[in-house]
């Protein structure tokens, strides 16, 4: 089972300031450093990829105050800090419009670091599948806003995404460890962090899930037309549907 908490993350208007973002970047890129030196890459992927570490190093940096922006300024803040060819390790991907430049970003880091195409190509599919399972897989009513990977000089990688629930205005982050998850659709998080709202989820990479995603394909592989048909005539109204069977 992947890990969940509770954190309230409301949408804020306005930007961190210039000054508290510029310290941000210089204690982070000090941070990230000792981490390196000390435990190596990977260690700091595990790290990042905590929801609550990453909640912790946002208040160490000074974004002390828990809104939607504490994931956006704070891997905003990393990717200005990280230097790819001095750490081993890149950051791809930001807020809205960075979003969808992840994967022409990850392709230059890939050639930074002399990776191969098809390692490039793997790396390119996580990032999609990420934010394909987190926009349509998990169906909690978030919308998908921010996309970053990390990954390493040799490959290994986390994601961080965040949506906006469309109507509460609040902020949902999933976290994903390439070491840590064996299928994109079933159980791949390693962590969902977000409000305590007590609303319908369909959360279609459950294990439980798996005779649904069965389903699914064999709707999808078969011809649509019928099932169409089919749901038309079960939204009709009672009368109408009665009269339709008769």
Known sequence: MPKTGIANLPLHPGKA????FKRMVLLSK???????????????????????????LSCVLGYDWHS???????????????????FGLAIAGGKGKASRK?????????????????????????????????????QDHYQLYHHVMILTE??????????????SKYARRYHW??????????????????ENKQE????????????????????VNDNPLHLKREWAELTLPYNQSKRSVI
């Open 68 to 86: 939607s922006g504490t994931t956006t300024v704070t891997c905003g803040a990393l990717k200005e800090a990280i230097d790819p060819e001095k």
């Open 200 to 219: 319908t989820v369909l959360d279609m990479t459950a294990k439980q899930s798996m005779p649904a995603q069965k389903i699914s394909v064999d709707l």
């Open 154 to 167: 040799k490959s290994k990688w986390c994601i961080i995404q965040q949506g906006m629930h469309v109507n």
């Open 17 to 20: 300031p210039r000054w508290l």
């Open 102 to 138: 992840t994967l022409s970003e990850v392709e230059k880091i890939g050639e930074l670091y002399n990776l191969s195409t098809s390692s490039i190509d793997e790396l390119q599919y996580s990032s999609r599948m990420a934010a394909k399972v987190d926009n349509t897989m998990i």
């Open 30 to 56: 000090g941070i990230v450093e000792v981490i390196i030196y000390e435990y190596g890459r990977d260690e700091f992927l595990r790290r990042i990829s905590d929801p609550f570490w990453f909640q912790a």
């Open 177 to 194: 460890l390439s070491e840590t998850f064996e299928s994109f659709v079933c159980e791949p998080h390693n962590a969902i962090i977000g």
